[in-house]
Every structure is written in C-alpha cells, then in structure tokens.
C-alpha cells in the first residue's frame, strides 16, 4: 500500500484533538502478574485517550501487553496472579478500578464490549448462538424470551449473516469461521455499547473475509457513533480503520499519534522497524527488513529504554535513562518516547 492510498483510505476525515470529548483515559496502567518465577510486568505505566466516535489502533508485537491492556480495562486479569499496581482507568469520567464486581457485570456486555480474537474458543459450544445473544439483551436490558429471541434475528440479520431465522438455533461448530466472528461482533453489538473493544477480530480469518469483517465494524460504528479500540499487528488494517494510534513495545506506549501523521512521519526506532518490515511489492526479489531478536520477557525487562537491545542507534544514555513519552513539539499530540529522535529519523 503506498502512502498516497493510506492516506486516502485512513479516516482522516475526523475530528481534531480538542473538538472530541474523551471516552475512555488509561493513565500509568499497572498490570503486574505475580508468580514463582517472579514478577510479569506485562503492561506498566499505559497511557492513551479513546475519544467518543473514533477508533484508537492498538499496534505491537504478540507480548507486548496489548491484550492486557484491553483486559484490565474490562477488569478480566485473573487475580491472582494478576494485581492492579497502580494508574487509573476513567471511562465517562469514572475510573473502572475502583468498581466492584456487581458494578463491573452492569458495564461489561452493556457500555463496554469486547470481540476476542478466536470466535470458536469464545463462543460456548453447548449453547446456540441465539442463546448467546439472547442472554445478553435479557441481562442488560430487561427483555423476555421473545423479545430477546426477535433482537437475537435482528442483530444476526444486522451483521450480514444469512436466513437468520434458522441460524439463530444453530451451535457455533455448524458456522464458518467468518459467520463465528460475526455472531462475536452480534453479540457484543446487542445492547449498542459506547466502546467496543476488538482484540485481533480478522486474526484468524482468511483475507477476504478480514475485509469484510473490517468493513461491517466500521459501518456499525458509522451507524451507532461508538467508539472503538482496534488492537491488531496489522499497520494495514490500522490505515484502514484506525483515527489515532498507539504504538506499544515491552508493557509501555512509545509513540501515539494520529493515524495520518504516524504513517508519513513515525520517528520511534521500533515504529520505524515496524514500517520497513511491511512487505514492498516493487521490491521484487528481495529479502524482507526485519527487526532483530524478540520483545524481552516482561519478567526481565532492560533498564533504561526497553528498545535499546534491538535498536540501532542505542547509547549508554539508553541503557541508563528511562525516555519519557513527550509531545514533538509543544502542544503537539504527537509524543515519542526516544532519546534520539534526529538520529531515528536518518534510519
């Protein structure tokens, strides 16, 4: 995809910084995991804005807390061994972290859903799918049998499922692997929640079926006016969704920006990596970039920047000064946490 056609199709259209009210505000998120082995630092100090109607894209590799993230705010980290360490999760102003669990079960399903990334592991295989998306109308809205049974048709009809009549007493094993994501996307979008969480929705689905995936959850939030975190190792399906972006390595945000401005000016080492491993079809013949060694183990984690093993340009002010998240410029949404970002830019 060349950068003319990403920013093109990148929903650039959108709001600015100011004249969208924040939906939902992770400051310095803590997630620790406690163990035999020690302490997981699988998300430690998290900080991004999804704003209302928009779509933050999550991106990094697998372990670097994504999923976590996403998790905790949904207060689905399994504790123990997983604890809360510190930071805040405000969404409409209150923070998630101080609700208990009957007041999380009103929320989840309601105001906040989730799509998860393998529909058939998701999805209870002894219950049909229109018991599935029955319980949760008649949970979060009050709705008898019949009514919830005619909203269960409605919501299969809704997301392009076809004769939802029948499909709505069919099990999840009866259903391609596409018409199982679709029930997941059904099912979340049931009570038309403010945010929909989305962990890796077309990881599992071949490409054709991915589009048609992405474009049902665009025109649903078209429609409803949700907001959206899209968390996904594809910087394609970033372009192509996403408003803002953040861009997480080792537990931590390195770079966030708005989607347009990452794609023609990413200055991390390791969003810059991630750009020159996409694969170049002008480049006929030769061989992939990729960005040596692996993320660290969050048990371990590297002093200073956590990059800096696999990055290029790494000094001994790296390995002893932890970089901060900083605005490019003044006032700039912008932030980078680099301490070299002149040189990342001669990368």
């Not at 209870?124 to 009514?147: C, S």
């Not at 009549?165 to 979340?188: F, K, N, T």
């Not at 770079?255 to 990413?266: D, I, K, Q, T, W």
């Not at 990596?273 to 590297?302: C, K, M, Q």
Request: with cysteine; proline share 6%.
């Amino acid at each position: 995809m060349s950068q003319d056609q990403r920013t093109e199709s990148a929903p650039g259209g959108a709001a600015s910084e100011g004249e969208r009210e924040a939906l939902l505000q992770i400051e310095g998120l803590r997630t620790w995991f406690h163990t035999e082995e020690g302490i997981a630092k699988a998300v430690d100090g998290v900080t991004y804005t999804v704003r209302k109607g928009e779509t933050l894209g999550v991106v990094g590799e697998s372990g670097c807390g994504k999923s976590v993230t996403a998790l905790s705010v949904m207060q689905l980290v399994p504790t123990p061994p997983g604890k809360f360490e510190g930071g805040r999760i405000l969404f409409r102003g209150e923070d998630l972290l101080e609700k208990d669990l009957e007041e999380m079960q009103k929320i989840r399903g309601n105001d906040i859903a989730m799509i998860f990334q393998e529909p058939m592991s998701a999805l209870n295989p002894v219950y049909t799918v229109g018991d599935q998306i029955m319980e949760t109308v008649m949970l979060h809205q009050g709705l008898d049998k019949v009514a919830a049974r005619e909203r269960a048709i409605e919501m299969l009809k809704r997301v392009g499922i076809p004769s939802p009549e029948q499909r709505v007493d069919e099990y999840p094993h009866q259903l391609s692997g596409g018409m199982r994501q679709r029930v997941m996307i059904a099912i979340a979008m049931a009570c038309d929640p403010a945010l929909l969480i989305a962990d890796e929705p077309t990881t599992a689905l071949d490409v054709t079926i991915q589009a048609q995936i992405l474009n049902l959850m665009r025109e649903l939030q078209e429609q409803e006016g949700m907001s959206m975190l899209l968390i996904t190792h594809d910087l394609g399906v970033v372009a192509e969704t996403a408003h803002h972006v953040a861009v997480m390595y080792a537990g931590k945000v390195v770079e966030y920006s708005e989607v347009n401005e990452l794609f023609a000016r990413p200055h991390h080492p390791y969003t810059i990596g991630l750009f020159r491993s996409l694969p170049d079809l002008a480049s006929e013949g030769e061989r992939l970039n990729t960005i040596p060694g692996i993320v660290p183990s969050a048990f371990n984690f590297p002093s200073g920047c956590r990059f800096r093993t696999r990055c290029p340009i790494a000094t001994e002010r790296c390995a002893a000064e932890e970089p901060p998240l900083v605005p490019l410029e003044e006032g700039a949404e912008h932030t980078v946490a680099c301490h070299h970002l002149k040189e990342a830019l001669e990368l």
